[in-house]
C-alpha cells in the first residue's frame, strides 16, 4: 500500500509523563503516520513501553514541570517537512491523514503552519460553545520553524514573522480531539495546576488585581453567555472566574505582597441598585447602598454578587 503525504512528510510529536489510562485514541488515531516520536518524563505506569510497542520513537528525559516552552528542545529532532504535535489526551478523526495530506499539499510557500479547531470534552460531553469551541490549535508546522513561550496556554509563534498560518474553519475541518476533562475534581485540580506553575511577572509595578477581577468577569461573560453546553456551561464560567481570582492571588505572593490587591469591586463592574430591589427615597437608597459598599461583608461577597448579577443581566437581555 502506497503511503499518503501526509503518512511520509509528517512526524507526530507528543510529551507524556505516566499518561498510560489515556493513549489508545492518540495511539489508534495516528497509526498511519510512519514517524511517531514522543518524549517521555520518566513515566513509572507503562507508558514508555506502551508507546515502544506500538512503534513509537521514544526519549526519554529526566521528570520536570512540563510548560510549554520545554517543547523548544526537541522541535529540531523530526527530519520531516512537517511536525505535527499533539497531547496524549488527545486523537484524531477517521479522516485526519485525507485531510492532513490535502493540507500540506496545497500549502503555499509562505504557509508555515495550520490553527486547527479542537473540540473539548467535559464530563464524557462534547463541548459546542462556553469558550471551548472552536478553540483554534496552532499544531500543524513546518518543522523548526516555530517556537513556544514560557508559561501555559501560549500559541506558539513562527521564528519568520511574516509566516502565514492558515486558520481552518469548522464544521467540515480537520478537528483535534481533546479528553481533556473527566470530571469536575479534574478540571478543578488541572486548573490549579497551571496556575501555580505559570510564569508571573515579579515587579509589583506588573500587577493590579482589579485587571484579574475584570478578567474573571469577562471569563464568566463568556463562558455563561453560550448556553449550548447547559450546565456545563455554567460550571465552566464558575471554574474558569475562579482560575483568575486564584492566578491573581499567586500572581500578587510573587511579587512579594507588594503588588496593589484592591478590595472593592472595580467601578465598570458595580453591582446596580436594581439587583438588590431596593425602593423609596433615591437618596435614602443611595446611603443605603454606599454603606453596604463599604462594608466587610460586601467585599467578601463581591465575586458572587458579581456572578449572580451578570446572570441577572444576560437573562433580561434574552427577553
Known amino acids: 500500500m502506497t503511503e499518503s503525504t501526509a503518512a511520509k512528510n509528517v512526524t507526530l510529536l507528543v510529551f507524556t509523563q505516566n499518561n498510560l489510562d489515556r493513549l489508545n485514541p492518540l495511539i489508534e488515531s495516528t497509526g498511519w503516520i510512519t514517524n511517531r516520536m514522543a518524549i517521555d518524563m520518566t513515566s513509572t505506569d507503562g ?10 520513537d521514544v526519549r526519554t528525559i529526566k521528570p520536570e514541570l512540563f510548560v510549554d516552552e520545554l517543547r523548544n528542545q526537541y522541535l529540531s529532532l523530526p527530519t520531516t517537512p512537517w511536525t505535527l504535535v499533539l497531547d496524549s489526551d488527545e486523537f484524531l478523526s477517521d479522516d485526519a491523514e485525507e485531510q492532513i495530506s490535502d493540507l ?6 509562505d504557509v508555515v503552519g495550520f490553527r486547527i479547531p479542537r473540540h473539548n470534552y467535559f464530563c464524557g460531553k462534547k463541548l459546542m460553545g462556553s469558550g471551548f469551541y472552536p478553540d483554534h490549535q496552532f499544531r500543524l508546522f513546518r518543522t523548526n520553524q516555530i517556537v513556544y513561550s514560557p508559561g501555559h496556554h501560549h500559541p506558539p509563534e513562527p521564528k519568520d514573522k511574516s ?4 486558520v481552518l474553519q469548522p464544521p467540515s475541518s480537520l478537528h483535534i480531539h481533546h479528553n481533556n476533562y473527566p470530571t469536575v475534581e ?7 495546576n497551571y496556575a501555580l506553575s505559570d510564569v508571573y511577572d515579579t515587579e509589583s509595578a506588573s500587577f493590579d488585581f482589579d485587571d484579574y477581577q475584570l478578567k474573571a468577569i469577562n471569563q464568566f461573560i463568556q463562558r ?13 464560567a464558575l471554574v474558569m472566574y475562579w482560575d483568575e481570582i486564584v492566578r491573581g492571588l499567586i500572581h500578587w505572593e510573587r511579587t512579594g505582597y507588594q503588588g ?4 472593592h469591586v472595580p467601578n465598570q463592574v458595580f453591582v446596580t441598585q436594581e439587583f438588590y430591589g431596593l425602593t423609596g427615597d433615591q437618596r435614602h437608597i ?3 447602598h454606599r454603606e453596604y459598599r463599604n462594608s466587610r461583608s460586601w467585599r467578601i461577597t463581591a465575586p458572587l454578587r458579581r456572578i449572580n448579577s451578570i446572570k441577572t443581566s444576560l437573562f433580561r437581555n434574552r427577553k
Open 47 to 56: 507508558t514508555a513501553e506502551m508507546l515502544n510497542a506500538a512503534l513509537f
Open 104 to 109: 500540506i499539499k496545497s500549502a503555499e510557500q
Open 186 to 192: 479534574e478540571f478543578l485540580r488541572r486548573q490549579l
Open 286 to 288: 443611595d446611603a443605603v
Open 163 to 166: 509566516a502565514v498560518i492558515n
Open 224 to 236: 455563561y453567555g453560550d448556553r449550548r453546553d447547559g450546565s456545563f456551561s455554567y460550571v465552566a
Open 260 to 263: 496593589h490587591l484592591s478590595e
